[in-house]
């Protein structure tokens, strides 16, 4: 089994930042695409982030130029820098990781998801 384990949020003002990282842990053979989304308030769960093993990087257009997804495969965490925030980005930030893990005989790729963090700018 895999866990991803969010931290880094908080409340913040808005054009202040926050850094949020996400680390998995587990019976892991290898971490692939990792990725960080965010759901709002009465809003559906919408994609932030993605990087991919060998740093290829995909943001959503509202967060291009302010946000910076990065990642260190030594210890298999994702980060997320965020700055000049806005009142629109506060959510629930989730990592998610394509995972490989490695049993005794087999090797299975599964999608998991983190807890989620909270994440307020203010006004």
């Known amino acids: 089994q895999v866990q991803l384990v969010e931290s880094g949020g908080g409340l913040v003002q808005a054009g202040g930042s926050l850094r949020l990282s996400c680390a998995a842990s587990?019976?892991?053979?290898?971490?692939?695409?990792m990725g960080w989304y965010r759901q709002a308030p009465g809003k559906q769960r919408e994609l932030v982030a993605t990087?991919?093993?060998?740093?290829?990087?995909h943001y959503a257009d509202s967060v291009w130029g302010r946000f910076t997804i990065s990642r260190d495969n030594a210890k298999n965490t994702v980060y997320l820098q965020m700055i000049s925030l806005k009142p629109e980005d506060t959510a629930v930030y989730y990592c998610?990781?394509?995972?490989?893990?490695?049993?005794?005989?087999?090797?299975?790729?599964?999608?998991?998801w983190g807890q989620g963090t909270q994440v307020t700018v203010s006004s």
């Open positions: 990087i991919t093993s060998g740093g290829s990087t």
């Open positions: 998610n990781a394509d995972v490989t893990t490695q049993s005794a005989f087999f090797r299975t790729g599964k999608n998991y």
């Open positions: 587990g019976s892991i053979f290898s971490v692939n695409s």
